[in-house]
């Protein structure tokens, strides 16, 4: 069933209209090397859909189009983002990149005020903001700490932060916490799904990690090898709200894991 969050956009007329939407997406690189191919996609507002699929097989591609980073007419197809074209910049979208890329010469506040900072809020609301997300993921009492004196896990966390301070209704994120150790990674999922839950955001997410998928999303996509395409759209039947570490010990979480691993598998040996 679809997440509270999502629902709440529908109307009495039906579905609202698509926070994103792919049609028949198709990406050529060079004149050798097809990365996507015929993706069609849409996401409801407020949804959490995550992409798992084979390396290069085009799941930050999609990231990419979304994000306006590249044109459309470097690619066949349509994608629009709250039914508008994607552009470079466009402040409904918030983009978390694997990486944290914090600035190593600002403090964990100052690097999460950084966002509202570029986008012209005025001093004491970003300040605000960014003393708040701090406390939602843990490090109020680092405020004043440099990038060098935090763990990776920690740096993630300021990443997160900063991310959300935006304020966009859309949030777009590549392996966030892919190179994270698995006890890190389980914290910071579970930080990311109260954020989620409170801020009502649209999330697409590309991960590698299966679990990772089935534990925050209410559906995950399949791709195929390259070029990708969509093999399998799985609806996550897990109630909200929801605890990433209390789904370890749930028989349902691992019937869905082992059901998007099937479909991986059959996409990887077609």
Wanted: hydrophobic residues 45%; glycine residues 6%.
């Amino acid at each position: 069933m679809p997440s509270a969050t999502a629902s709440a956009h529908r109307s009495a007329n039906g579905p609202a209209p698509a926070a994103l939407r792919f049609s028949r997406a198709s990406v050529r690189f060079g004149r050798e090397v097809l990365a996507l191919d015929d993706v069609s996609l849409e996401i409801a507002p407020g949804e959490f859909v995550s992409i798992v699929g084979p390396s290069g097989c085009g799941k930050t591609t999609l990231l990419n189009i979304a994000a306006g980073l590249i044109p459309s007419d470097s690619y066949q197809g349509d994608c629009q983002v709250l039914g508008r074209k994607p552009v470079s910049g466009n402040r409904d979208v918030a983009y978390m990149l694997a990486r944290d890329a914090l600035c190593p010469w600002r403090t964990a506040l100052r690097n999460v005020e950084l966002a509202g900072e570029i986008r012209g809020q005025p001093m004491p609301r970003r300040r605000e903001v960014a003393r708040t997300l701090l406390a939602s993921v843990g490090l109020g009492e680092f405020e004043n700490s440099y990038p060098k004196h935090l763990s990776h896990g920690m740096r993630q966390r300021v990443a997160l932060a900063r991310t959300f301070s935006m304020e966009s209704s859309i949030l777009l994120m590549d392996e966030p916490f892919g190179a994270l150790d698995s006890l890190t990674k389980i914290q910071l999922q579970e930080v990311l799904l109260n954020l989620w839950q409170a801020k009502a955001k649209t999330v697409m997410l590309v991960t590698h990690d299966l679990g990772e998928a089935v534990a925050v999303s209410d559906r995950v996509i399949v791709m195929s090898a390259r070029p990708g395409r969509i093999v399998a759209d799985i609806r996550i039947d897990l109630p909200r709200p929801r605890s990433v570490k209390s789904l370890q010990k749930d028989p349902a979480f691992h019937t869905l894991h082992a059901e998007v691993w099937k479909r991986l598998d059959e996409a990887m040996s077609a």
